[in-house]
């Protein structure tokens, strides 16, 4: 290829002969660069996309979102779970829904209050923490929730299939 103006070609041939080679780079000190913690590793990356379901604290009745990575098609895994302020939850989960298989297996468990377990009203489709679930008042045993943005009772109904919420990043 002949060489032209917008191009700069290096050939081996071109270095100095008699320059002294450049000497070698020192080893790094202990402090000089940040070690890796469990947290970098689960920040999603911007090229898979992450979905965002909103949900409210049982227990305290503040927001915080619980972020999937959607890690094969369809396979959504637990990245994160942090408070928001209210302003953001009053924004809404947005008008995104995701469908597949919510894999519960790295959920720290509600940021606010510590419980276990991420439920999902269906009356108003906000995320829940196990702080909502009472004991029924039937006696039988049974577990029923009380949501605190719409204040509905429900009973437990098995694995969500969908959710309500953000998609970030990009769709592939």
């Known amino acids: 290829m002949p060489p032209d103006d ?29 070690e890796i913690t469990p947290q970098m590793l689960a920040e999603p990356s911007p090229l898979t996309p992450t ?3 909103f949900a409210r604290c049982g227990t305290t009745k503040n927001p915080f979102v619980v972020r999937f990575q959607e890690t094969e098609k369809g396979i959504w895994h ?6 928001v302020n209210e302003a953001k939850a009053q924004a809404g989960p947005g008008p995104q ?3 597949g298989t919510f894999s519960l297996d790295h959920y720290p468990g509600c940021p ?9 009203c269906d ?17 039988k045993g ?11 009772l429900g009973k437990l109904a098995g694995a969500v299939a969908t959710a309500t919420g953000r998609v970030r990043g990009k769709k592939g």
Request: charged fraction near 25%; glycine fraction near 12%; include cysteine.
């Open 6 to 34: 917008d191009v700069l070609v290096i050939d081996f041939d071109d270095e100095d002969a008699g320059k002294e080679p450049l000497p070698p780079v020192p080893a790094a000190s202990p402090n000089e660069f940040p």
């Open 51 to 53: 979905f965002e379901v």
């Open 78 to 83: 637990v990245v994160a779970a942090e408070p």
């Open 97 to 99: 829904q995701a469908a």
């Open 112 to 120: 606010l209050c510590g419980m276990d377990g991420l439920l999902l």
């Open 123 to 139: 009356n108003c489709g906000v995320g829940l923490c196990g702080g909502a679930l009472e004991q029924s008042k039937e006696g």
């Open 142 to 152: 049974e577990m029923i929730l009380r949501c605190p943005t719409c204040g509905k």
